[in-house]
């Protein structure tokens, strides 16, 4: 085993499996290049991402972090494929001697763990940044998930999650032992987002929304999970008490197509604009009166800490860690999940009510800020 020692610096190689865009592969990035920085020795590990699903290399070379490409531990998991990606990263974990192995989402937990436990690296982290057994998969392929995790957490020195909630969900599945568990909030790069004031009325000038126009938006990938079609029909609802209102759908993703014809289906031409990717989200959050999120199943949700850090107040479903970000009736509300009725009926409370947005936009704010500043996660891992 290598021994740590003060006399060098700790070599940490962090895994994920693909750095698509969305919280996990931000995460790694800004985490990797901030350790850097404080004197440690790492690397980022990834996968490749599918077609289509954009990526965050932009973001890693903008911050001096040259990701390791290892193309198959970005697919699914695989009895043919992955017996090679965990080779690739055993060789790689013998040679190079790391005295940790941080691993983030499910795939490169499994390979990368493993890879770690057999070329025995003396300190092994997973981290959850939301977990897939619920909304994801089959009964009968959420069961082998589970079986999966609760044979990785006997390899595990620490598991980290994001919150109190995540923890109960992964624990009450009989996934690690307590004393395992270590509680590490999100961490993000908000600079910009805390100016995003010196941008107000770009985005309506660009898209041609009237100033005095109700505006929200959601931003989030194009999928499943994020169950969008909610956000639409409680759009049509609120549209209907409130002609003006307009509503933005801030991503991309395998959705898209049926999203934007659920839209003319709901009689929504005109009041839902589909902007794609965008790198300009401090613009976009300076001119919405709020924002939205209807997932289904969640972590820490980026798209809303960075949001509140824009000062605009938040609408989002009861899941995952979302209430440690919003705090109801404070910073925005908190509704049910698939509820396209509390969704509207919560937007219409803040696009009827400016003043009390503002307000609502500024405490969150004040909470989110340093409290999931990459700074604060960078010093909490680093003490760990």
Not at 288 to 305: F, H, K, Q, R
Request: some cysteine.
């Amino acid at each position: 085993m290598s021994a740590v020692s003060p006399s060098r610096p700790i070599r940490i190689e962090r895994v994920i499996a693909r750095l698509n865009i969305g919280g996990p592969a931000r995460h790694t990035i800004l985490l990797t290049r901030h350790h850097r920085d404080m004197g440690f020795l790492t690397e980022l590990v990834a996968g490749r991402e599918s077609p289509g699903e954009g990526n965050m290399l932009p973001l890693a070379a903008a911050n001096g972090v040259e990701p390791v490409i290892i193309p198959a531990l970005g697919r699914e998991l695989s009895p043919l494929r992955d017996p090679a990606v965990l080779l690739t990263l055993y060789s790689r974990f013998r040679r190079l001697r790391p005295d940790v192995v941080c691993t983030h989402t499910a795939k490169a937990g499994a390979v990368g763990r493993v890879a770690a436990w057999l070329a025995r690296v003396p300190v092994r982290v997973h981290t959850f940044h939301g977990h897939v057994f619920s909304g994801y998969f089959s009964p009968a392929k959420t069961r082998f998930f589970v079986e999966l995790e609760k044979r990785l957490a006997r390899i595990s020195t620490r598991i980290i999650v994001l919150g109190e909630r995540l923890q109960r969900e992964i624990a009450g599945l009989g996934i690690g032992r307590p004393e395992q568990f270590v509680q590490v909030p999100l961490g993000l790069d908000l600079s910009a987002f805390l100016e995003a004031e010196k941008h107000s009325g770009e985005l309506r000038k660009e898209l041609a929304i009237p100033e005095d126009a109700p505006l929200a938006a959601i931003v989030a990938r194009l999928v499943p999970i994020k169950n969008h079609a909610v956000f639409l029909r409680a759009a049509k609802l609120a549209s209907g008490s409130l002609p003006a209102a307009r509503f933005l759908i801030v991503g991309d993703g395998p959705e898209r197509a049926g999203l934007e014809a659920l839209a003319e289906q709901l009689g929504l031409k005109g009041r839902v604009i589909f902007l794609g990717f965008r790198d300009d989200l401090p613009r976009i959050y300076a001119d919405c009166d709020a924002t939205a999120l209807s997932s289904d199943n969640e972590g820490m949700p980026v798209a809303l800490i960075e949001s509140l850090a824009a000062a605009t107040p938040a609408v989002a479903t009861d899941v995952g860690e979302t209430r440690e970000v919003v705090r109801d009736c404070e910073s925005g509300l908190v509704v049910p999940p698939s509820d396209p009725e509390a969704l509207a009926a919560a937007l219409l409370e803040l696009l009827r009510s400016p003043e009390r947005a503002k307000q609502m936009g500024l405490a969150g704010r004040r909470h989110v800020y340093p409290r999931f500043s990459i700074e604060r996660l960078a010093s909490d891992l680093a003490g760990l």
